[in-house]
């Protein structure tokens, strides 16, 4: 059983990982949309942060589930 709820919590943490390539990601285009455009700088920070928040919040959940399986089926 051990075994099983340390794979669990593995997969679980997967999101993190999935969360960081794409705010890795979505920074490196917001980047290069404001070198391509100076002007816009404002609304494409806006975008960028709404979209690591978003992504943030899956790498939380994903986080807490894994601790969770870890509590409570460990």
Do not use: W
């Not at 990982?17 to 404001?34: F, H, L, P």
């Not at 070198?35 to 975008?47: L, T």
């Amino acid at each position: 059983m051990g075994a099983l709820v340390a794979v669990g919590a593995g997969i679980a943490a997967l999101a993190c990982i999935g969360a960081g390539i794409g705010i890795g990601i979505a920074t490196s285009k917001a980047t290069e949309a404001i070198a391509r455009q100076p002007e816009a700088k404002g609304d494409i920070n806006k975008a960028l942060l709404l979209g690591c928040a978003l992504a943030e919040a899956t790498a939380i959940y994903g986080f807490v589930i894994g601790i969770m399986i870890i509590l409570f089926l460990g």
